[in-house]
């Protein structure tokens, strides 16, 4: 099998040394064959501390270490790979950033966030289906070993909820549960499924919570902790046990995802649809209206 010519475009998270390392690095013992780093474009944001900060030091890296050539556009770039890596750590630059990528055909991850507003990521979809691209974003906590473990035990029977949690911070070029709370409410929903209904957030200094009804009646949670001990995971509620886990601390969060995303590079198919995707968007939307608003939301008052 031809090994896939992979392109990276923004270096301003640490997700971009983490994952080149894993795809890379033959010796890493969680090393994910089929394909190579090969080629980057170094965006970020000006007016982001989080990413203006960050972007040399991970250029440099990926530079020296791995060899990764670096090229001043998109549009460069794309000739001289076969699938991309949209890294850029702030979610409004992923519509522009996308959209040659759509052009040119190429398969694309693109990391959480999936935009920075509902109406963004249902741009991004539109343009993947114009332009036949496939396309994929997510949190790593989907794929975690622990999660994906507990989302496939046959014991739970049906699964009547569950509370999931996750530190949570706040950075206002992606506004409420978009920038971090996001990797709880992936957990939620890769859980609970598509068809929730409504949310109603209630928020303290403490902590945030996001109750979710789902259209079969069925209650999810989403906890965001800003104080005291702060992990990921998710309590489920199933018809025959109830079951809690944490992340695995043993296998990296990055291994599982990036075995999907070089599965998706080679197959063309999405592990997770656009559409589940695009209803988590509207969920952290719809909270951020809740919480400003003080009332349950309907996703339906976003997806309109």
Not at 86 to 102: A, I, M, N, Q, T
Not at 207 to 228: E, P
Not at 251 to 268: D, G, S
Request: hydrophobic residues 40%; charged residues 25%.
């Amino acid at each position: 099998m031809e090994e896939i010519r992979i392109g990276i475009i923004g270096f301003d998270t640490s997700h971009v040394p983490a994952f080149t390392k894993l795809i890379n690095d033959s010796s890493d013992p969680f090393h994910v064959p089929g394909g190579r780093v090969v080629a980057g474009v170094p965006t970020f944001s000006r007016d982001l501390d989080i990413s203006y900060n960050r972007v040399e030091g991970f250029k440099k890296e990926l530079i020296e270490k791995y060899k990764v050539n670096i090229f001043d556009s998109i549009e460069k770039m794309l000739d001289a790979v076969d699938a991309v890596l949209l890294e850029s750590v702030d979610g409004r630059r992923h519509l522009k950033e996308v959209e040659p990528v759509f052009k040119a055909k190429k398969p694309v991850f693109i990391d959480k966030p999936l935009a920075a507003s509902y109406r963004d990521a249902v741009k991004i979809a539109e343009l993947s289906e114009k332009y036949s691209c496939p396309v994929f974003s997510c949190s790593s906590l989907r794929f975690d070993v622990n999660i994906t473990e507990v989302r496939n035990d046959s014991e739970l029977g049906k699964i009547f909820g569950c509370d999931c949690f996750s530190p949570v911070s706040r950075v206002s070029a992606m506004p409420g549960f978009f920038w971090y709370g996001v990797h709880g409410i992936e957990i939620l929903f890769s859980i609970m499924g598509m068809g929730c209904g409504s949310v109603e957030v209630v928020s303290t200094e403490i902590s945030d919570i996001a109750v979710g009804v789902w259209k079969d009646r069925r209650i999810g949670t989403y906890r965001g902790i800003k104080m005291g001990t702060a992990t990921y995971g998710t309590t489920v509620f199933g018809e025959k046990k109830i079951r809690h886990v944490t992340y695995s601390t043993e296998v990296p969060l990055y291994a599982p995802l990036m075995k999907e995303t070089m599965k998706f590079f080679y197959t063309k198919k999405p592990p997770v649809s656009i559409q589940e995707t695009l209803e988590i968007m509207a969920f952290m939307e719809a909270s951020l209206i809740s919480e400003k608003e003080k009332r349950p939301v309907l996703l339906e008052e976003v997806m309109k």
